[in-house]
């Protein structure tokens, strides 16, 4: 199957601090890839569409300014969360399909612990 | 506004044992339906992925079935082991122009395979 790449796969960042996660198609182009979020013990919700080469499409209740998404080649979507709180402290996860009718890939995630 | 919902939330079984996962959804208008699964702290890894127009697909010891018109979906393993102790996802996608191409999950089912 194909790949995506996430990293880093964990990071620990002070109060107030920006933090980049990165995710890579390392076999095949994405124009759309996907930002999810993780709580303990619940399912993924979705926060954002990444599209290439235009603005990221928001889900309802995702602040745009809080989580940066960049989207600047075919193969890297990238999630800024600006100015980290405690309370952004969870498991992020990207995914990738080369095209709509078949499989979504995710990366391998990323824990987030802002203290 | 679709829902996806997995029953059991938690399953124990005796290694050898057949597992049977149930994944039902709101909307019947899909484009296809995948099943995943993730260990702790880990990304999802795809294991099936059923389009709208099939009734099954079949990888080893697992089998999933589709029924559009009841917004049922089964994931079957058969003769299960210790390693197959995981949290199994199902996810629908559908494509709407307006909203935009979403997968939504359902909250999972916690297995626990006992040797």
């Known amino acids: 199957g194909a790949v995506v790449s996430q990293h880093p796969s964990w990071v620990i960042c002070k109060s107030g601090t920006s933090v980049k996660i990165e995710c890579r198609s390392l076999d095949f182009q994405a124009t759309t890839m996907f930002w999810y979020r993780q709580f303990p013990k619940q399912s993924l919700m979705l926060m954002a569409t990444s599209n290439e080469g235009s603005k990221a499409t928001y889900e309802q209740g995702v602040e745009k300014d809080k989580f940066l998404i960049n989207h600047a080649s075919l193969t890297l979507s990238t999630l800024t969360v600006t100015s980290a709180h405690p309370e952004d402290s969870s498991f992020y996860i990207c995914?990738?399909?080369?095209?709509?009718?078949?499989?979504?890939?995710f990366g391998q995630g990323t824990r987030l612990t802002v203290v | 506004k679709q829902e996806v919902t997995q029953i059991p939330a938690a399953l124990s079984v005796p290694e050898g044992e057949n597992l049977v996962l149930n994944c039902s959804f709101t909307?019947?208008?899909?484009?296809?339906l995948q099943w995943f699964r993730q260990d702790p702290g880990k990304g999802l890894t795809s294991l099936l992925l059923i389009q709208s127009s099939q009734r099954e697909q079949t990888s080893g010891r697992l089998n999933a079935s589709l029924d559009k018109s009841s917004g049922r979906s089964t994931l079957y393993i058969a003769a299960s082991q210790p390693g197959d102790s995981a949290t199994y996802l199902c996810?629908?996608?559908?494509?709407?122009?307006?909203?935009?191409?979403?997968?939504?999950f359902g909250g999972g089912t916690r297995v626990l395979v006992k040797p």
């Open positions: 909307d019947s208008a899909i484009y296809n």
């Open positions: 995914s990738a399909r080369k095209q709509l009718n078949t499989e979504a890939f």
């Open positions: 996810a629908s996608f559908i494509m709407i122009k307006a909203a935009g191409n979403k997968l939504t």
